[in-house]
Structure formats: structure tokens, C-alpha cells
């Protein structure tokens, strides 16, 4: 079992920048592809990123070009940088890790995005 404590949420203006990182402990992190999923209020969860064992990623089309998905295998930490933040980006950012049809998440950290 894997366990993963996400940080770097918190009140942002539109456009500016945050920077969530996700660190895990328990098994080795490097077999576990990676996720950052999202749940605005009254919407369904989304993924926004996710990075592979081997490091390809891809993303969300409402991101692309904005968010970038990384890991530091060394530091058993995942990271989503946010960049232009718009207010639709407000939701509850999770962290996930995937090994087959396992998947173990966060507890989430707020994103607020204000006009």
C-alpha cells in the first residue's frame, strides 16, 4: 500500500501560478503511474494529468498548454505545476497512484481561483 499526502493548494487570482506537489510513501514509488484528478463543485472528478512509470504524460484537454504533470522518483514526489489559472480551475485537487487495477488517493487540497 501506498500512501500520498498532497500540498501546494490554496487562493490564487486568475492567471497566476500555483504548484501541487504529492508525496508518497510505503511501496517503492517508481512502479506506480501517476495521477492528478479534480472535483469542482457539483461536477464529476476529471483527470487533469498523469505521468507514466517511464515518464510520458498527457492531459486534460481544458489544461493543455497551461498544467504540467512531473516526478522525482528520487524524492517520491509528484508534482502539477499550474500556470494562467482561470476560475474554472477551482476544485479539489487529488493525487493518485495507479498499479494495475489498484489505485491509492490523497485526501485532496483546495484550489481557489478568484476573477
Known amino acids: 500500500q501506498v500512501q500520498l499526502v498532497e500540498s501546494g493548494g490554496g487562493l490564487v487570482q486568475a492567471v497566476g501560478s500555483l504548484r501541487l506537489s504529492c508525496a508518497a510513501s510505503g511501496r517503492p514509488f517508481n512502479r506506480y503511474a501517476m495521477g492528478w484528478y479534480r472535483r469542482a463543485p457539483g461536477k464529476q472528478r476529471e483527470l487533469v494529468a498523469h505521468i507514466t512509470t517511464g515518464g510520458s504524460t498527457n492531459y486534460a484537454d481544458s489544461v493543455k498548454g497551461r498544467f504540467t504533470i512531473s516526478r522525482d522518483n528520487a524524492e517520491d514526489t509528484v508534482y502539477l505545476q499550474m500556470n494562467s489559472l482561470k476560475p474554472e480551475d477551482t476544485a479539489v485537487y487529488y493525487c493518485?497512484?495507479?498499479?494495475?487495477?489498484?489505485?491509492?488517493w490523497g485526501q485532496g487540497t483546495q484550489v481557489t481561483v478568484s476573477s
Open positions: 493518485a497512484a495507479v498499479d494495475g487495477p489498484q489505485a491509492y
